[in-house]
């Protein structure tokens, strides 16, 4: 009798958990799903991004505003990490690193406040940038030094 009682409540605990396990990965399925639909920006949107970046780089630097130049110089790099985190499956992204000696570089004239080693990193960094896009078949997308700033609203000038 006792081997009864226990084997029924063996089968019992058994049929419960294979039941809590369905329900378990019902729920996972059902996240996977909501996951797969989650907004992640592509290649295009991080590549904007380090455009207007790399303008507002230029025209902070261009003024002496070392604080926003530093700040642009984080946010260029944060949208690069962007790019090696979303965008992995893109062969454009094996590319990436071949900018971040360069980058070093601006960070390093920017700390020092050298506008002269600075347009000198900043020309090396678009240089870069045209370089990348060649290697990864981009070419038409040719990076210059920018010429007007990329928004009116804002001033490039330390206060």
């Not at 507002?56 to 985190?85: C, P, S, T, V």
């Not at 002269?116 to 040719?142: K, M, R």
Request: with cysteine.
């Amino acid at each position: 009798m006792k081997i009864t009682c226990l084997s029924a409540l063996l089968i019992l605990s058994i049929v419960s958990c294979t039941n809590e396990n369905k329900k378990l990965q019902s729920k996972i399925d059902s996240l996977q799903v909501q996951l797969n639909k989650t907004y992640k920006p592509g290649f295009g949107e991080f590549m904007s991004s380090i455009q207007v970046h790399h303008e507002k780089l230029w025209f902070a630097g261009q003024n002496r505003n070392w604080k926003l130049a530093d700040f642009e110089i984080h946010e260029l790099e944060e949208a690069l990490q962007g790019i090696q985190e979303y965008c992995k499956d893109r062969p454009e992204t094996k590319s990436i690193a071949m900018i971040n000696g360069v980058i070093d570089s601006v960070q390093k004239t920017i700390q020092q406040k050298n506008i002269l080693a600075f347009n000198t990193s900043f020309i090396a960094l678009t240089n870069t940038c045209n370089e990348c896009h060649q290697a990864t078949q981009h070419e038409f997308n040719l990076i210059q030094l920018p010429t007007t700033p990329p928004f009116s609203n804002q001033t490039f000038k330390e206060k």
